[in-house]
Every structure is written in structure tokens, then in C-alpha cells.
């Protein structure tokens, strides 16, 4: 059963693996911080979602299945939105229009249809805890890279650094998260760490 958390931290890691959720990692991967926040809010929404789709997996008819399974999605991505937007209201407004577009985030989706809908809750929440922690170590290293590179310096939450060099804001652009995201992902085959 432990071999359902590892597989999603690094066998099956939604972005260097699987390639899903590619659309916020590019978009929100410029600070540490909004990695962080969108990490959280996703493993939140993962967590839940899977263990209310493994609990009701019996009851619910194959013709229905999506729609139900978007339908819980929502619900725990509304709390999510809402928990922000009521209690940290600048990481909400930096993550923008990401939040609610996690409902249709391939790896939520995809987990909820793949792994949640097959198993029973225990495996389900080990799958989406590690699943939802290899999405958001992918996150925080490609934010480290490129808030480095393109701003110079690191900050987490307020408390930070700078380093003495010409930052190139290229790297906090989009094209920027490809590069850093090709590098990566060229380096982690090379090592041997993913396929």
C-alpha cells in the first residue's frame, strides 16, 4: 500500500511523468509562494475528492460516473476558493483564475476515473496524497528556478534572498517555464529517476 503514495512523487509524478496539469504549473510556477498555495489547495481537493468518489464508487452507475465525479470535484474546490478568497486573499488573487480551474484539472479528473472510482479508501487516499505531493514538489522546484533566474533572488512568504546577478525575466515569462520545465525533465531521465 505504501507503493500507492511513492508512485505519485516520482514513477507516476503528474508533470514530469504524466505531463497533466501543465496549464497551472506554466502559469503559477513564477513564485515559491503561489507553488505552495496551489500545492495545498490541489492535494486539499485531491484528498477529499478521492475518498468521497472510493466511498460511493459502488453506488454510483457507469453512465453517471463523470458527472458525479465532477460534481464532488466542485464541491471541495468551492471550499478551497472560498477558504482563500476568505482568509488569504493576496495568494488568492495571485493564483486567479487557477483555483476554480481545478475542477477540470486533468490530474484531479484523472485520478478520480483512474484510481479513486477501482479502489477502496485507503488506497485512494494514499494515491492522492502522493499524487498531490509530486504535484506540488514538481511545482516548488520549477518555482525555485525560475523566481531565482528571473527575479534574482527567492522570497517565501516575505522571508528571503537576494543573490548579486542581473536577473533574466525571461525565465518568470512562459517560454521560461518551458525551458526550465524541458531542462528538468531532460535531467530527472538522464539521472535515471523517471522514464
Known amino acids: 500500500m505504501i507503493k500507492d503514495f511513492t508512485n505519485g512523487i516520482v514513477k507516476v509524478n503528474p508533470i514530469f511523468v504524466l505531463a497533466l496539469g501543465l496549464c497551472p504549473t506554466l502559469a503559477i510556477s513564477t513564485s515559491i509562494d503561489n507553488a505552495i498555495g496551489m500545492g495545498a489547495a490541489v492535494i486539499f481537493v485531491l484528498l477529499f475528492s478521492n475518498l468521497m ?15 458525479c465525479f465532477i460534481v464532488i470535484i466542485a464541491t471541495f474546490v468551492t471550499i478551497v476558493s472560498l477558504s482563500l478568497q476568505a482568509y488569504l486573499p493576496s495568494l488568492y488573487e495571485s493564483l486567479g483564475i487557477y483555483v476554480p480551474l481545478i475542477v477540470v484539472n486533468c490530474i484531479i479528473l484523472g485520478r478520480a476515473e483512474a484510481f479513486a472510482s477501482k479502489n477502496p479508501v485507503s488506497r485512494s487516499v494514499l494515491d492522492a496524497l502522493g499524487i498531490g505531493l509530486g504535484f506540488t ?41 518551458f525551458l526550465v520545465m524541458g531542462v528538468l525533465l531532460g535531467l530527472l531521465k538522464r539521472v535515471g529517476v523517471i522514464r
Open 137 to 177: 514538489l514538481s511545482l516548488i522546484i520549477i518555482s525555485i528556478i525560475r523566481e531565482l533566474l528571473g527575479t534574482g533572488g527567492i522570497s517565501v512568504f516575505g522571508y528571503g534572498f537576494t543573490l548579486p546577478f542581473s536577473p533574466a525575466t525571461f525565465f518568470i515569462m512562459p517560454a521560461g517555464a
Open 53 to 67: 468518489i472510493s466511498l460511493i464508487r459502488n453506488v454510483i452507475s457507469k453512465e453517471v460516473r463523470i458527472p
